[in-house]
């Protein structure tokens, strides 16, 4: 599924090269074949198959009267109730001064790496924006690369070793965790000795927990406990709360970086202006939580989890090498067990991987090279979203804690990516 990109003249020098962001490439190309009656497993999109919690879906329908613009640095209550969310779920007390609301993370992302003047550090793979971001804007990326015998997380000692050649450069380095395109998460262990290394460095951390209350166990640890005085807490409603197309998205700073939010608040008012009222106000329901909200999540966890762990065996056992996922709703594979059969049926790169297999059997993964591989690594991203997650999360609201999500449950609620995995597994053993 090879995108093309039209030569213009015209165009900005930092934005020529650059396609379209793959996941929504592959979303739009999916939808196409699937409305010219194509049969389609949709793996590519990471987009939460749940729907919005309906107490937050209510507090919208209340608030849809909402019209006038809001503070460029979001609706005061909301940056409160994320202040008092990050005090409850991650034991750091912030104050509202410290947040700051955008029209999804990803958005605050690119502000951020606008107004600061340092590199980019970013793991191999990673998600496919942070560097198209950074190329856009004109920042030095450096990549951290990491090994499948590590899950591709990085180390501390390889963000050492980057930081070692100019000790004190100014850097933000984006962590991602429980990781897209991973689905692993970091110890705690593994938190502090990173922290221990920027701290060192003095450099700034990009902590986007966007999947934290996705961790398949309820134990996501923020690493701002350990390096808080750098770190920025970056998360939102796309993903734990099924919310990925109302736009909303947080970071939360420390004190002593107060004054790059307010760098990235001045850049907002020029740009955004502010996030859409009415979901503002729906958002402080989503992040003040209570029995629904964990029960939601509760089952949503016990339905990822079970479904993540079930096809990763599947594919394990076909030989495909993926790491049994922590969280989130992703798992990364690696063909490379069979690069001499694949170079048979000249595939030589992750691109032309997926082609094949989506071409071959309707079954649509992103290369590894879309996530900063090198194309010739054959790997690439499933997302397991392609499901009815408002059946499945009715079904699941009919167990009690001691039952468990089983393998005639998966069946039932989500075949079609049981199915479409099987068909990956047929095809690359065929």
């Known amino acids: 599924m090879a995108r093309k990109n039209s030569p213009d003249i015209n165009l900005n020098l930092n934005v020529r090269g650059l396609y379209q962001s793959a996941t929504l490439y592959i979303n739009e190309k999916c939808n196409e074949l699937e409305s010219n009656g194509k049969l389609v497993y949709k793996f590519g999109l990471g987009q939460s198959p749940f729907p919005v919690p309906q107490s937050v879906v209510e507090e919208l329908k209340a608030n849809a009267y909402q019209k006038n613009y809001l503070p460029s640095k979001g609706l005061k209550i909301l940056r409160e109730a994320v202040a008092e969310y990050h005090c409850i779920h991650n034991g750091i007390c912030y104050t509202s001064d410290d947040v700051i609301i955008g029209p999804g993370s990803k958005e605050l992302m690119f502000l951020l790496q606008y107004v600061y003047y340092g590199d980019i550090l970013i793991q191999k793979p990673s998600w496919v924006s942070y560097s198209p971001q950074a190329h856009i804007i004109g920042r030095q990326v450096r990549w951290i690369c990491t090994t499948r015998n590590n899950n591709w997380l990085f180390t501390a000692e390889e963000l050492e070793a980057l930081c070692n050649n100019d000790y004190l450069k100014p850097r933000i380095v984006i962590l991602n965790y429980p990781s897209n395109p991973i689905g692993v998460t970091y110890t705690k262990d593994q938190l502090k000795k990173i922290a221990a290394v920027a701290r060192r460095h003095k450099l700034i951390l990009l902590s986007d927990e966007i999947y934290g209350e996705l961790h398949h166990k309820g134990e996501h640890i923020s690493i701002a406990k350990y390096y808080g005085e750098g770190t920025i807490i970056s998360s939102g409603l796309s993903k734990w709360c099924g919310a990925g197309g109302w736009r909303l998205g947080t970071f939360t700073f420390p004190e002593s970086l107060r004054w790059l939010l307010e760098a990235i608040s001045v ?99 992103l290369p590894g090279e879309a996530f900063g591989m090198k194309p010739g690594d054959l790997t690439a991203r499933l997302a397991y979203v392609d499901f009815d997650g408002v059946a499945a999360m009715k079904a699941a609201s009919k167990l009690n804690m001691k039952e468990q999500i089983d393998d005639s449950f998966l069946k039932k609620y989500c075949s079609n990516v049981l199915n479409g995995v099987k068909l990956l597994t047929d095809w690359i053993n065929n």
Not at 299 to 310: C, V, Y
Not at 326 to 336: C, P, T
């Open 267 to 365: 850049m907002a008012s020029e740009t955004f202006t502010s996030t859409s009222a009415p979901i503002q106000y729906a958002a402080v329901r989503a992040f003040k939580g209570g029995s629904d909200i964990e029960n939601y999540l509760w089952r949503a966890r016990w339905i990822l989890s079970k479904l993540g762990n079930t096809i990763a065996k599947n594919l394990q056992v076909a030989n495909i090498v993926t790491p049994n996922p922590d969280g989130a709703f992703y798992l990364f594979l690696d063909f490379n067990n069979f690069k001499n059969k694949l170079q048979e049926k000249n595939i030589f790169n992750s691109t032309d991987l997926c082609s094949s297999i989506h071409d071959e059997t309707g079954v649509a993964i």
